[in-house]
């Protein structure tokens, strides 16, 4: 799971911005987006805090209107 953290930290903000709506489209059981938020900060605390939650919150909800609609695409098949 390390691995996974340290390959998307390169791409810092954009990184974290591209797990959570990964995490947020996928309609199995994931990590809380906060969990997922606090790991990165853990990993690099020079990530700033207000961005990170910012950026964070925008990946989140763009995950679940996908979510939503693939989900009312899949429901008309």
């Known amino acids: 799971m390390t691995d996974i953290f340290e390959i998307f930290s390169q791409f810092s903000y954009f990184g974290v911005f591209l797990i959570l709506i990964g995490a947020n489209?996928?309609?199995?059981?994931?990590?809380?987006?906060?969990?997922?938020l606090s790991s990165f900060?853990?990993?690099d605390p020079s990530l700033d805090p207000i961005l990170l939650s910012i950026?964070?919150?925008t990946g989140a909800t763009i995950?679940?209107?996908?979510?939503?609609?693939?989900?009312?695409f899949l429901e008309n098949l």
């Open 55 to 57: 950026v964070g919150a």
């Open 41 to 43: 900060y853990v990993f």
């Open 25 to 36: 489209a996928v309609p199995i059981l994931m990590p809380p987006t906060w969990i997922i």
């Open 63 to 72: 995950g679940r209107f996908i979510l939503k609609k693939s989900a009312v």
